[in-house]
């Protein structure tokens, strides 16, 4: 059950080109806006959606086949965990910022593929 604890799983598109970059010890880092809709009826009987954006945060292997396999407007399933950093910005501001961290990708443009981290 521990590992329930800290567990989301998410299903969206891209919502721009995953930036990857590659740190001091070769390992590779994703990040990309993951975009969740949702649909229902008003009191006025009209189709309303809403969206939400998530920040996914991939690394080593996955980082990597997120450059190679998708791009904005992809769909993909994520599994990972909520992460809460701290960081000082370019102008010395300290902000925060909540990230899905992702052990397992699936992607559904490309034939269901299912890949572990």
Do not use: F
């Not at 960081?87 to 992607?107: A, S």
């Amino acid at each position: 059950m521990y590992a329930l604890k800290n567990k989301v799983q998410l299903i969206g598109h891209l919502g721009k080109n995953p930036e990857v970059k590659t740190i001091d010890n070769g390992k590779k880092v994703a990040r990309v806006s993951l975009a969740t809709s949702e649909s229902y009826k008003n009191l006025q009987d009209e189709k309303v959606t809403e969206t939400q954006w998530h920040n996914i945060v991939a690394w080593g292997k996955l980082a990597e086949i997120l450059e190679q396999y998708t791009t904005k407007g992809s769909e993909i399933c994520v599994e990972g965990k909520l992460n809460y950093r701290d960081y000082t910005d370019k102008d010395g501001v300290k902000r925060n910022t909540t990230e899905i961290v992702v052990n397992e990708i699936l992607l559904l443009d490309k034939k269901g593929s299912t890949i572990q981290g």
